[in-house]
């Protein structure tokens, strides 16, 4: 089964950052969630697998097909794309419904009806300005015209930012129709890893431009765990066995130590007496990146 986009160490170099030898599929049927601090490499990754910079190496396939910046080739595969950056992309003086001219004149695969029926969802009138709207609405227009043209793969930056609870469970329910049918997929990059928690098959974590870990989500949320520890228990369940060397990571805190560790049940069965809580994507990002590998 061809991947919808393939990413092999892709490189770019600015002044004072580089992202470097990144490596990312999304096959289909599959919500791949691109997670990592502010600045760590994750827009400037979804740019460049996109050209809409210029890597400076590494290979971007979309569909099969190796593409390169500019090519006439990207542009016809980009129509099976659906994109939202993190800003509403339509001038401030356009109304929403003109968004949908944009669309039939961009697109050969837009359906109008499927548009109207993305706004009425998204409780947006097509008469609206762009100036007028929020950012949560303008994130939900830019959704909208991402999805009207029936493409295979989204790519979404930080497209749930902005909104309220209530309509990123929409959101997220219309993500979830779209992978359902199996041939498509969504590579999507948030700060808000309890929507991953919800639609993501695949996490892929990036920091200081260089991808730090690449796991199916359940492994993460239905097996990992955080040891809560004293002081003592630490070392005790660390000389244990229990947990591999270097697989767990641990982080101090004022009122304890958090143990990161790879197999919950197999801990709580070591030490019964010990509280070991099931990881969020958010605990196993923070200490993997923050804590002390042991
Ligand atoms: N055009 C540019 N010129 C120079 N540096 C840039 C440029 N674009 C991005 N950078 C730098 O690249 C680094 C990574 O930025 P990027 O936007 O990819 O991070 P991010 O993971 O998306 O962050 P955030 O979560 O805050 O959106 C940052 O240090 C940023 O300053």
Redesign the pocket.
């Known amino acids: 089964m061809t991947n919808l986009i393939d990413i092999e160490n892709l490189g770019k170099r600015?002044?004072?950052?580089a992202l470097a030898g990144v490596n990312l599929a999304v096959e289909p049927g599959c919500v791949v969630g691109f997670i990592?601090?502010?600045?760590?490499?994750?827009?400037?990754?979804l740019k460049a697998a996109l050209g809409l910079i210029a890597p400076d190496e590494g290979t971007v396939r979309l569909f099969g097909q190796a593409v390169t910046p500019g090519s006439s080739a990207l542009d016809d595969l980009k129509s099976r794309i659906g994109v939202v950056l993190?800003t509403c992309a339509f001038p401030s003086t356009c109304r929403v419904g003109d968004a949908g001219l944009i669309g039939r004149a961009a697109y050969a695969t837009w359906d109008a009806s499927h548009f109207s029926r993305l706004l009425s969802t998204f409780g947006l009138s097509p008469k609206k300005k762009v100036s007028e709207l929020s950012r949560g609405m303008g994130m939900k227009l830019t959704l909208a015209f991402a999805l009207a043209h029936h493409p295979e793969l989204l790519v979404l930056d930080?497209a749930t930012a902005g909104l309220d609870p209530i309509a990123r469970d929409e959101v997220l329910d219309i993500l979830r129709d779209f992978v359902a049918e199996g041939d498509r997929g969504i590579l999507m990059?948030t700060?808000i890893t309890s929507d991953l928690e919800k639609i993501a098959d695949e996490i892929v974590c990036?920091d200081n431009g260089a991808i730090v870990f690449t796991s199916p989500k359940d492994v993460i949320t239905d097996e990992a765990g955080v040891a809560r520890c004293r002081a003592a228990e630490v070392e005790t369940l660390l000389a244990s066995g229990v947990v591999a060397p270097g697989a767990a990571h641990v982080m101090r805190h004022d009122y304890g130590t958090d143990v990161l560790v790879p197999d919950r049940f197999a801990v709580a069965r070591a030490f019964p007496d010990l509280v070991v809580d099931k990881a969020t994507i958010e605990d196993y990002m923070t200490l993997t990146l923050k804590g002390e590998s042991r």
């Not at 990592?36 to 990754?45: I, L, P, Q, R």
């Open positions: 600015y002044d004072d950052f990592g601090s502010n600045g760590a490499g994750k827009t400037t990754t993190d930080e990059s700060h990036v």
